[in-house]
């Protein structure tokens, strides 16, 4: 079946560090792939997506990058800020699907 | 402005209660969802509506019900035989295979 593996968190990192957050992915045909992230008492908001190998997706400086060969979808940013805070959701549907699956989130903490 | 509500944001109740959660959109979408989500976990489908009058199980649809009288509105009651029902619930809606998310409603029971 179609499912999704995030890196385990939680994950904590100084200000301005890099980040990376390892999405890896099993489905049958060609998933779209999306990162969801979601604030303390918020619902979950779109961060960016991709809808077939090698597009980049990106928004707010995160990017992730569709690698068919690794069945990947990992979030990058390349300085991070307190603001970035939250838990992270890596989610795919399949062509055709009515349900997106979900990974179980990655809590982030940035330290100032 | 366009999005979707959820209301109350809040909820108490007392074991043994129905309580409806609201949720309404008009983003024009065709597609409606409600997920659960308890304290440090991941999301977990209930329900979902594709069309008006028309809505299928999720992976964990026992205890609650819902229904989709209207496009812009997918109510979710959450019943006394729910075992466990203080949780975080949130709606969602759909533009082909892209979701997007409601605020929330906390709702515990006592």
């Known amino acids: 079946g179609n499912s999704v593996t995030q890196m385990e968190g939680p994950v904590t990192l100084s200000e301005e560090a890099f980040l990376t957050i390892n999405c890896t992915y099993t489905?049958?045909?060609?998933?779209?792939l999306f990162w969801y992230v979601q604030y303390p008492g918020e619902g979950l908001q779109l961060l960016l997506k991709a809808t077939k190998a090698d597009d980049k997706g990106s928004n707010k400086g995160f990017e992730a990058t569709y690698r068919k060969e690794t069945t990947s979808f990992h979030l990058e940013k390349g300085s991070v800020q307190v603001s970035d805070s939250a838990v992270y959701f890596c989610?795919?549907?399949?062509?055709?699907?009515?349900?997106?699956?979900f990974g179980q989130g990655t809590r982030l903490t940035i330290n100032p | 402005d366009g999005g979707i509500t959820q209301s109350p944001k809040y909820l108490f109740r007392k074991e043994g209660q129905n309580v409806t959660l609201s949720c309404e959109q008009n983003?024009?979408?065709?597609?409606m969802y409600w997920y659960r989500q308890d304290p440090g976990q991941g999301l977990r489908l209930i329900y979902y509506?594709?069309?008006?009058?028309?809505?299928q199980k999720g992976d964990i649809a026992e205890g609650y019900s819902v229904s989709r009288e209207k496009k812009e509105s997918f109510p979710l009651t959450v019943t006394s035989a729910q075992k466990n029902p203080t949780a975080f619930y949130l709606c969602?809606?759909?533009?082909?295979?892209?979701?997007?998310f409601g605020p929330g409603t906390r709702l515990t029971v006592l």
């Open positions: 989610a795919l549907a399949t062509q055709g699907a009515q349900k997106l699956v």
């Open positions: 509506s594709q069309i008006v009058n028309d809505f």
């Open positions: 489905a049958t045909g060609y998933p779209s």
């Open positions: 969602a809606s759909a533009l082909a295979d892209t979701q997007y």
């Open positions: 983003l024009n979408h065709d597609a």
